[in-house]
């Protein structure tokens, strides 16, 4: 009996060392547009879109931008390619992206693996319009 306890034991903290180690490696590190430029390893960079500068293919499976991070003012330009996995229909309205991929300094940009937008609030910019209908109190 004992060693059957002493077995699911052993089974258990494997199980947990295997846990960990996996998932401390597919932690990315949310990094500045800097760090992501110095270090050349998969990370992430948020920053505010310049719109004027959106280049999107017509498959929408390729797309160029310029991100502006907003405590340093810095430019970064990113390339998102995927041959299966078309962009964000809601790109152009975004009015922040999260990229994650790895800084390619050979030619100067960052390589997007994912996208994620963040589109402005209707609350927040004032769009949003009160109900003229009297509250029910």
Not at 31 to 46: L, P
Not at 118 to 130: A, D, V
């Amino acid at each position: 009996m004992n060693t059957r306890y002493l077995i699911g034991g052993l089974l258990l903290v494997a199980c947990a060392v295997t846990t960990a180690f996996t998932l401390s490696r597919t932690a990315i590190q949310n990094v500045t547009f800097a760090e992501a430029k110095a270090s050349g390893q998969t990370c992430q960079v948020y920053g505010a879109l310049e719109k004027a500068g959106i280049q999107m293919e017509p498959s929408m499976k390729e797309v160029r931008f310029r991100l502006q991070e907003e405590k340093t003012g810095e430019i970064l330009d990113v390339h998102y390619r995927h041959p299966t996995k078309t962009v964000n229909s809601n790109l152009p309205q975004a009015s922040h992206v999260r990229a994650v991929g790895f800084y390619n300094s050979r030619i100067g940009t960052f390589e997007a693996e994912e996208l994620f937008t963040k589109c402005p609030s209707k609350y927040e910019s004032g769009g949003f319009k009160q109900s003229s209908v009297p509250s029910a109190r």
